[in-house]
């Protein structure tokens, strides 16, 4: 049972314009969302989280959007840039369990 | 930045033999660390929790005699590949989070394994 989806394996974005990646979760028991960037082998670096009891949490470039009645999050990327290129994973938690439930990431590609 | 390191970033291991990974938390204790498994394409899978001075926490289908979890201080955890198998091979990552929940966990460079 996949907890958390993404449902976009890829993605392509021409540099300076928008990026929007989406996940999904299914268990309403999640409160705390967080997102990962991996580069090929590498670990993943997080980049941003957002706690249930907010909609949008932004760093610099990155926001991260959540809309717990439709049980998805996004993260926006603006503007893209050709080193954003990676694999972004969303991860979710419940209250006070430090695990991570991951998806199955995203590839981003920044063209020039 | 909290930092975690992971070692070797890279191993190659003949059929049956064990390999040793560690993950160590460098500039905060960690009571608890997280070992995950990435098959190619696909998420990151938990496979164990380790409990410092205690025993771990596997989830399901993990053989638990496959892969030995020790987490004997606050600041390391290592995971062995014991009786290592061609299907064994895989991309290990260990990920640690800082007591306050304002971070995010964060995560080891991860080793890939290669098992010929």
């Known amino acids: 049972d996949q907890q958390v989806k993404q449902n976009s394996p890829s993605l392509s974005v021409q540099e300076g314009r928008i990026s929007i990646l989406n996940c999904d979760y299914t268990?309403?028991?999640?409160?705390?969302f967080l997102w990962y960037k991996k580069y090929p082998a590498e670990g993943p670096t997080f980049l941003i989280s957002i706690s249930s009891i907010k909609d949008k949490n932004e760093d610099g470039r990155f926001t991260v959007f959540l809309n717990k009645s439709a049980k998805h999050l996004s993260l926006h990327i603006v503007p893209s840039q050709p080193g954003d290129s990676a694999v972004y994973f969303c991860?979710?938690?419940?209250?006070?369990?430090?695990?991570?439930?991951f998806g199955q990431g995203t590839r981003l590609t920044i063209n020039p | 930045g909290a930092v975690v390191s992971q070692h070797p970033s890279r191993v190659i291991c003949k059929s049956g033999t064990s390999v040793k990974i560690e993950c160590r938390s460098l500039?905060?204790?960690?009571?608890?660390m997280f070992w995950y498994r990435q098959f190619p394409k696909k998420s990151l899978m938990l496979m164990a929790t380790s409990n410092e001075g205690s025993k771990a926490t596997y989830e399901q289908g993990v053989e638990k005699d496959k892969f030995l979890i020790n987490h004997a201080s606050l600041t390391l955890s290592t995971l062995t590949v014991t009786s290592a198998h061609p299907e064994d091979s895989s991309f290990y990552i260990c990920?640690?989070?800082?007591?306050?929940?304002?971070?995010?966990?964060?995560f080891g460079q991860g080793t890939r394994l290669t098992v010929v």
């Open positions: 991860a979710a938690s419940v209250q006070g369990a430090q695990k991570l439930v």
């Open positions: 990920s640690a989070r800082p007591a306050h929940r304002g971070t995010g966990a964060f």
């Open positions: 500039d905060f204790q960690a009571t608890t």
């Open positions: 268990n309403s028991m999640f409160d705390y």
